[in-house]
């Protein structure tokens, strides 16, 4: 009887567990919808012009209408490609992108599986999406496939250690890993006014993680016809396009709840799933902002800005917070502190960024001077 | 770096430029802007005080046309036989194939008497191979609305007008400087 009342239990369990991941794998379907029917909104009216507007009311069917297009269209499967490597590419980049949204807190206690090791499972879970880039390109069995699977995933790991860096640090700070944990700690003073430089790192840095403008090069149309996606057409690369707008939400999520604080927020308990949601939209519209205002880096001006800029300001990051808990000073010389980082490194960017203009005048210059020596002569 | 921060404002900026003017016409929804020089297929105009076509069938236009477009008879003008018209001749037939048309405005230049105008209409695409031959009757419905909408007034009556004004102007002046004499 004890026995079957045991299983009874645990079938429940399961069965919650199941029904919360259906919910998450539902709601977050529609939300990714949603947000590639509002980035063409946004970057239709930053560009002056409409977005959608014909399919369906304010053009709010067009997510429908590509994903009808998208798997309609004839599903090409390269001759000379590795058909298992081919199609397992695309279920790993995705199943990596849904896995991470498992311990993501939307409210107190709103979690499908709250880990102690929150932040290390989804750090992990981020690297995983690149070996699902590199099997892309690789099961093109295209030669520009395989170079740019090779390069987003230089891309991407380059990217990883800045984030990681600023991970630990927020997790230094908050002196745990648990997801729940660090916002709770948030309770008075939110890690973004304590740790400035963080969130500019971890925005940047997440930024050129998933993949978006101005770090789009290896997957941009325009560039490299689709880089490790090239031979992907109709419903394959329809999921790789809805692994990018899941990482993305991932990356305002994590943003929000590492820095912003997550659910906290005036008002009463119940209202913390909303003011969570209100700041991973403020930040995924300045994603969709960053992405209509800047033009793309070209990979090897991506490369040396994370080797030479983040990386050094992970380090710098994780040596003040740690400065900061050692010596038990009070926050704000933290915060001051990154803010000084943050000036520095843009100054010495500044100057690097200005250099072919003073270069420029230089040269005018002399050929002046050289000029008038001329003439003189003459 | 500062000009990375002055680009995002200025999309910001755009942004709500965008949300309240975008500068998108939604066309067959909403009709084209047409400014009032806008040259448009050309258009038979209509006298309205003897009511009949400022055209009498003279030909000039159509010897002019690039592309020779039009076609057209005249015939005697019974108005002026009843002595109502000053015009001998009147047009007949008149006939334009809007598909060989340029648009080129030559046969608004040449004509001598006002009655060919470049309209505001531009949407006049048909399904049918002779949709774009058009005969004296709609080319005088077109003119007519042309003439409504934009308050049009003869070419000649208008140099008419303005060499009138020229000439008062000038017996002012000639009047004013002879005031100047006789007053020194």
Known sequence: MAAFTLLAVGLIDVAWIVASLLAMFVGLSIVVLALTWLERKVLGRL???????RTGPMGLMQPIADAIKLILKEDILPSASDKVIFWVAPVIVVVSAF???????AGPGLVIQNLDLGLFYITAFAVVGILGLVLAGWGSANKY?????LRAAAQLISYEIPIILVVVAVAMLAQSLDLQVIVEHQNPVLHVVVLPLGMVIFFIAGLAEVGRTPFDIYHAESEVVGGPFVEYSGAHWAVFFLAEYINTFAIAALASILFLGGWLGPGPAWLGVVWFLLKVFALVLVVFWVRGTLPRLRIDQLMAFAWKVMVPLGFYTIIITAVYLFYDWPAWTLTLMSLAGLSVVGYLIYRRVMAPVKLVKEIKARQAQQLAQRQ??? | MLNTVKGLML??????????HPVTQQYPTVPTPVKPRFMGFPALTWDDDTPEPFCTGCMVCIRHCPTQCMSATMKDNPLNEE?????KKIIDFFEINLNRCILCGICVEVCNFDAIVMSHEHEMSTSDRNGGRVDLPALLQIGRKYQAETGWIPPSVLEKQRKEAAA???RQEVAAAESGDDSQ
């Not at chain 2, 002595?83 to 015009?87: I, L, T």
Request: glycine content about 16%.
């Open chain 1, 47 to 53: 560009q002056l012009r409409l977005g959608p507007t």
């Open chain 1, 99 to 105: 896995m991470i949204w498992v311990t993501i807190p």
């Open chain 1, 145 to 149: 496939g395989i170079l740019g699977g």
């Open chain 1, 376 to 378: 003189r002569a003459q």
């Open chain 2, 11 to 20: 999309t910001l900026a755009s942004t709500f430029k965008g949300l309240r």
């Open chain 2, 83 to 87: 002595g109502k018209s000053s015009r």
């Open chain 2, 168 to 170: 008062a102007q000038q």
